[in-house]
């Protein structure tokens, strides 16, 4: 499925909302506009983000690398079955790194089979740069297949808890927005138990 053909069917048939909650606002003020759509085909979740924001930044070309330091959007979700989650982060040329983890330090990162089965796409060409202090405007999507984060497609559970966010560690405007609120004292996507529900 090509970017348009993705972008087409999520516009009409995926639920949308929008990254709202800067939760570090004294530190990080700064907050981008990012929304959201996410769908499920029989076999995939699928989630798309349009994004606009200040910088662009996108150095690590090597999955698995410091995407987080780009511009970057990321997906975490919980694992029903065994109590872990996984968390996919893309910057904003589809660099990916993808993980089932315990905890922000205790985790297994995806092989490169693994990574080769997510579809992936990005609005922008795929180069390194780092530019500031302009407005850029930058799609990405990720389809990540149910049986990578423990989901049988043939029996869907009622919900899945997950979270979605939107971070710049690097950038000239470094910020760390969500979708659902994450209350601690400092910077910390790595908080499954401020996820929120998502209905099948």
Known sequence: ???????????????????????????YPYQPDVAFSIARSDTHIAILYHV?????????????????????CEFFVKDNTDGTYY????????????????????????TG?????????????RKARELNGKIFGWS???CIPMDLIGIDPESLPESIQANFY?????SAHPHFISWNRIDTTSPDFHRPEFFGELNF
């Open 140 to 142: 990405v999507a990720m």
């Open 166 to 170: 939107k971070c710049a560690d690097k």
């Open 52 to 72: 606009r924001c200040l910088d662009l930044r996108a150095v690590a070309l090597e999955d698995n690398g410091a995407v987080w330091e780009d511009s970057c």
């Open 1 to 27: 499925m090509t970017y348009g053909e993705l972008d087409l069917a999520m516009e009409t048939g995926a639920a949308k909302s929008f990254l709202a909650h800067v939760n570090w606002p004294e530190e």
């Open 87 to 110: 968390n996919f982060e893309m910057n904003c040329i589809g660099t990916l790194l993808a993980s089932k983890r315990k905890s922000r330090e205790d985790a297994v990162f995806f």
């Open 113 to 125: 089979e693994q990574l080769s089965r997510i579809i992936r796409h990005s609005t922008l060409e």
